[in-house]
Every structure is written in structure tokens, then in C-alpha cells.
């Protein structure tokens, strides 16, 4: 099975429950295997995403803003 890593950065989140729910979203989509969030609280946070397939970039900024946060960039 061949595996993706996408990394996206992200603003505004601040805790742990921002992270949660961002973790929520983004697993929610089709392919997502693992979410690995490098919190830095209060500035742009570094989200990494293993998946099975490529995730297209508007299904991670949908799924971040459903989480009440930004995409500010991604390399997907």
C-alpha cells in the first residue's frame, strides 16, 4: 500500500482541545490513517497527515475549518 505524508500549517490554535478537534476532522476523511500536530500555541501550528491516497487540498481546508481554524498553506 503506498502511504502520503501532507503537511499543512495551520492557524490560531491554542490548546490541546484545538488540537483534538482539528485531529477529529481531518480523520474523519477518506485515507487518513494517522494526525500529528506540532502545537505552537497562539502562532501557526505544523499538521502532518499519513494517508493511503492523496488528499485533495480543498477536503483538508474543509475539514480544519469545521474545526474553526485555517489552512494558511499546504503541499497537498
Request: aromatic residues 2%.
Amino acid at each position: 500500500m503506498t502511504h502520503f505524508t501532507t503537511t499543512v500549517h495551520v492557524d490560531g490554535m491554542t490548546c490541546g482541545h484545538c488540537v483534538a478537534s482539528v485531529t477529529e476532522e481531518l480523520e474523519a476523511l477518506e485515507g487518513v490513517e494517522t494526525v500529528s500536530v506540532e502545537l505552537n500555541a497562539g502562532g501557526t501550528s505544523q499538521v502532518m497527515i499519513a494517508s493511503s491516497r492523496k488528499l485533495k487540498h480543498e477536503a483538508i481546508s474543509e475539514a480544519v475549518a469545521e474545526a474553526g481554524y485555517l489552512v494558511i498553506d499546504n503541499n497537498a
